[in-house]
């Protein structure tokens, strides 16, 4: 028989400190959520908005409410596309914790629109947020991820891609080609920063309803078309999230570097299927 040591805790966060950029609602708000009921001693939520209805305040307000839960959420406002914003938050995750465990890279934005009508604000917005953005908080966060990251638990990075970044999702009159290309740019971290006791792994969603991905649901058919199109005849749920998160930043992960997982149902290998034979 073979003993498995810490069994009971392979999925537990217990003491772990997190911070999940765009943590104000989609999906990281669901990913805050787990993080908090896997028993995470404090997440960070980061957003641009505060008050209001989508803002950080009253996600805050919701996190801090969940029964059962051991560590509390924060919220602290940075726009995740500028560098004296990025480093604004390594310096208060340093001077109230000291460290960090977790950090979740999920703001991301979009564009859809004719090839030829895509102006250059949305190719400059889409990259300095998902791609950018994204490069400078690894990089400016190594540092308190190393300070925490040991050989047997390492500090996890997690990026939250798209399955748009693996396949040619959408040209023509809703296109995202430049979303496409920005999703596609999350490699090399695994590697550079493995040795540094630092995990890199990327999450790819398909579609999981959300202000961000709405509109596009509505333009492509809406929910019942694209759940009929999908293997498993449904979209994303909270849950779904929920899980690959706790997965890959638990104990259960630990040996998890470099790996790029599509959480879609399936639905990226349908893509170019000749559905009539
Ligand atoms: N939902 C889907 O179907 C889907 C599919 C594939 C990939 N994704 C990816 O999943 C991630 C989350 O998307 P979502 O669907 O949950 O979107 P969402 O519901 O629109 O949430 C986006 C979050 O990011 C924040 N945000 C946007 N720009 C920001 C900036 N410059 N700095 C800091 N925070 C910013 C938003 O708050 P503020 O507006 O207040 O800043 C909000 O908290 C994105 O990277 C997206 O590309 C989503």
Redesign the pocket.
């Known amino acids: 028989m073979s003993e498995l040591g810490n069994f009971d805790g392979m999925f537990d966060l217990s003491g772990k400190v997190a911070l999940v ?10 990913t805050a959520t787990a993080f908090l009921r896997a028993g995470a001693k404090k997440v960070t ?5 505060a008050g209001g209805a ?3 305040d009253q ?1 805050i307000e919701r996190l801090n409410k969940l029964s059962g839960i051991k560590g509390r959420a924060v919220g602290v ?6 560098q004296a ?1 990025i480093q604004r938050l390594v310096q208060y995750v340093e001077k109230t914790e000291g460290k960090l465990d977790i950090l979740v890279a ?5 564009w859809g629109s004719k090839f030829e009508d895509a102006p250059d604000h949305s190719s400059a917005k889409i990259l ?3 791609v950018r ?1 994204v490069f400078l908080l690894a990089q400016k966060f190594a540092p308190l991820l190393e300070a925490s990251g040991t050989r047997q638990d390492p500090s996890r990075i997690i990026i ?5 970044g693996k396949n040619v999702p959408h040209v023509g009159e809703n296109g995202t080609i430049m ?1 496409s290309v920005s ?1 596609a740019a999350a490699r090399n971290l695994a590697v550079e920063l493995g040795p540094r006791n630092i995990t890199t792994n990327v999450i ?10 709405s509109g ?2 509505d333009r492509l058919g809406g929910t019942a078309e694209l759940e009929e199109a999908n293997p498993r005849k449904r ?2 749920e909270p849950e779904d999230i929920a899980g690959v998160m706790i997965f890959l930043c638990s104990p259960a992960g630990s040996y998890i570097n470099g790996v790029d997982i599509c959480v879609d149902g399936g639905m990226v290998l349908s893509t170019g299927r000749h559905s009539k034979l």
Do not use: M, Q
């Open positions: 950029t765009g943590g104000s609602r989609g999906l990281g708000l669901h939520i980061s957003a641009r908005k989508e803002g950080i996600a406002p940075a726009n995740v596309s500028n914003e999920n703001a991301g934005a979009t300095d947020l998902n953005g939250v891609s798209s399955t748009a979303y999703k790819a969603p398909g579609f999981f309803p959300s202000k961000l991905a596009l649901i979209l994303g």
